[in-house]
C-alpha cells in the first residue's frame, strides 16, 4: 500500500484498493499506478501546493513555463479534466494518461486524438480546428514554420482524409485517414509508460520540483 501527504490541503485518499481499480481499468500494472502517483505528487505540487494538478501545472511540466498559452497544452488539460472541475485529479491522470501507453489499443488512440483536434466539439475537426492544432503542436515542439508550409500541410490532410468532400473531417475518415498514417499515432504514445517504475516520462523531469 502507498500513501502520501500534502504540506497544504486535505490528505488525498489513495489505498492498495484504488490501485487495483484503476489497474483494472487502464493499461497500466498496480505497480505502475503507485509508481504514478509519485509522478502526480511531482506535477500536483509544481505550482500549486494543494494535491491537484492545475492548468499552470500541466504548462510547466509540458513548457517549462506556467504562464505561457498553448492550444496544445489548453486541449490535453481539458481532455484529463474528466468532472469538468478546473483540476485533474489522481483517478483522472491515470485514467487518461493510460491512453498514451504503449499497449494502449490503437482504437482508443484514434478516438482520444480526435476528441483533442475536434476543438469545438462539433463531432468534425474543420480546416480552421486543424491549422491551430497543428500550430499549437509545432509551438510545444519549439518547431517554427512558415504559415504558408502549415497552410499545405492543412490542406493536404483535408483532401485525404475528407471522402465525403465536405470540407472537414469526421469520426469515420478520421480513422480511415489514421489507418493509412500510423505514424500519426506516435503522438500518442510514451513509450516510458510501458517502464514507469523505473523511469518517468521525460517532460517531468524538467519540473525540477523535490518530492515532499
Not at 509508460?193 to 524538467?206: E, G, N
Request: net charge negative; hydrophobic share 40%.
Amino acid at each position: 500500500m502507498s500513501c502520501f501527504c500534502l504540506r497544504k490541503g486535505k490528505p488525498a485518499k489513495t489505498n492498495h484498493d484504488q490501485f487495483i481499480m484503476l489497474a483494472s481499468e487502464t493499461s497500466f500494472t498496480v505497480n505502475e499506478v503507485e509508481a504514478l502517483l509519485d509522478l502526480y505528487k511531482k506535477l500536483s505540487s509544481a505550482v500549486i501546493d494543494d494535491g491537484l494538478i492545475h492548468k499552470e501545472e500541466l504548462q510547466f511540466a509540458l513548457l517549462r513555463n506556467s504562464s505561457k498559452q498553448n492550444l496544445f497544452v489548453d486541449r490535453v488539460f481539458d481532455m484529463f479534466d474528466i468532472k469538468r472541475n478546473g483540476v485533474i485529479e489522481f483517478t483522472e491522470f491515470v485514467r487518461s494518461l493510460s491512453i498514451f501507453h504503449p499497449n494502449a489499443s490503437p482504437e482508443k488512440k484514434i478516438e482520444f486524438a480526435f476528441r483533442l483536434f475536434d476543438i469545438r466539439q462539433s463531432g468534425y475537426i474543420g480546416h480552421n480546428e486543424l491549422k491551430e492544432m497543428v500550430l499549437a503542436t509545432l509551438t510545444e515542439s519549439d518547431v517554427t514554420v512558415p504559415d504558408d508550409a502549415v497552410e499545405s500541410i492543412v490542406e493536404k490532410t483535408i483532401r485525404e482524409a475528407d471522402s465525403n468532400g465536405d470540407g472537414k473531417i469526421d469520426g469515420k475518415e478520421w480513422k480511415e485517414y489514421v489507418g493509412k498514417n500510423p505514424s500519426l499515432l506516435k503522438m500518442m504514445t510514451l513509450p516510458y509508460l510501458k517502464d514507469i517504475t523505473l523511469a518517468f516520462p521525460s517532460f517531468v523531469l524538467r519540473t525540477q520540483v523535490e518530492h515532499c
